[in-house]
Nanobody, 123 residues
Framework: QVQLVESGGGLVQAGDSLRLSCAAS????????MAWFRQAPGKEREFVAA????????YYADSVTGRFTISRDNANNTMYLHMNSLKSEDTALYYC????????????????WGQGTRVAVSS
């Protein structure tokens, strides 16, 4: 099992950048494929980005491609989401998730979840 804790959220203005972190417990972090999801008020949780075990493969939702970058540091059991050119529509609660298969985009395909960190972008 792995426990996940997100951090780095906050209130920013449109066009700003922000970096989210996801700290994982346990020694098996490198065995999991990781992902970021987000959930805006009144909407379903949606896929944002995913990264393979080694970090070699990355996957993005169309809405964030070119603006967000996912990365991971297996030595420190941490995953990141670098968010640039933020828009008001990026406002959401951001979750990190761990699963066994790389690049999956479905909520049900990830077994472990953090509690979320809130990102608010003012226009």
């Amino acid at each position: 099992q792995v426990q996940l804790v997100e951090s780095g959220g906050g209130l920013v203005q449109a066009g700003d950048s922000l970096r989210l972190s996801c700290a994982a417990s346990g020694r098996t972090f490198s065995m999991y494929c990781m992902a970021w999801f987000r959930q805006a008020p009144g909407k379903e949780r949606e896929f944002v980005a995913a990264i393979s075990w080694t970090g070699y493969y990355t996957y993005y939702a169309d809405s964030v491609t070119g603006r967000f970058t996912i990365s991971r540091d297996n030595a420190n059991n941490t995953m990141y989401l670098h968010m640039n050119s933020l828009k008001s529509e990026d406002t959401a609660l951001y979750y990190c998730a761990a699963g066994r298969q790389a690049g999956r985009r479905g909520v049900n395909e990830y077994a472990f979840w953090g509690q979320g960190t809130r990102v608010a972008v003012s226009s």
